[in-house]
């Protein structure tokens, strides 16, 4: 199992920044893909970004390309999400989510581990 804590939400004008936390336990942490994921009101869950178990390989969606920069810290079981020149449209409840495949994956259902999110809003 792995429990996985997202934190770091809030709330910003638009191009303004915000790191998200995730703070993983559980299981070794240094073995697990690592994703991003968001979900807007009345959306289906997206994308955002992913990290593979050595930090060696990203993957993000276009849309923040550019904007977003996901790390991680295996020291400290934990992954962020440095988010800058926010957009309204990035709106959104963050999560969380671990595969223990190690791979930096786009699709949701290789994920089997998932945070609670945390609520990101950018006013314009």
């Known amino acids: 199992q792995v429990q996985l804590v997202e934190s770091g939400g809030g709330l910003t004008q638009a191009g303004g920044s915000l790191r998200l936390s995730c703070a993983a336990s559980?299981?070794?942490?240094?073995?697990?893909?690592m994703g991003w994921f968001r979900q807007a009101p009345g959306k289906e869950r997206e994308f955002v970004t992913a990290?593979?178990?050595?930090?060696?390989?990203?993957l993000s969606a276009d849309s923040v390309l550019g904007r977003f920069t996901i790390s991680r810290d295996n020291a400290k079981n934990t992954v962020y999400l440095q988010m800058n020149s926010l957009k309204p449209e990035d709106t959104a409840v963050y999560y969380c989510?671990?595969?223990?495949?190690?791979?930096?994956?786009?699709?949701?259902?290789?994920?089997?581990?998932w945070g609670q999110g945390t609520q990101v809003t950018v006013s314009s």
């Open positions: 559980g299981r070794t942490f240094s073995t697990l893909g």
């Open positions: 990290i593979s178990w050595s930090g060696g390989s990203t």
């Open positions: 989510a671990a595969n223990p495949g190690g791979w930096a994956l786009p699709m949701p259902n290789k994920y089997d581990y």
